[in-house]
């Protein structure tokens, strides 16, 4: 579990919220930390998704964007490797 989510899921009760900043960065960090966490319960990493996303996404057709999500670019990846 990376640093942040760790002191995520420890916290309870609301004076022992992280503080953001205001409601855009705390929604910002709510996105990344279930980002992290999918990732992880998919055995993903998060930062090989997100640079092999960035890398392909500019040149991916728009009707095909589901190819990109979580579960089935893994699937992909693997039956690639394979």
Known sequence: MTGLMSVLCTMNGRRSRPYFGSDNRGRTA????????????????????????????????????DELLLDKWQAARSVATS
């Open 30 to 65: 709510a996105i990344l930390a279930s980002f992290v966490v999918t990732c992880n319960r998919l055995g993903i990493d998060p930062f090989t998704n997100l640079r092999d996303i960035s890398a392909r996404i500019s040149a991916h057709k728009q009707t095909r964007l």
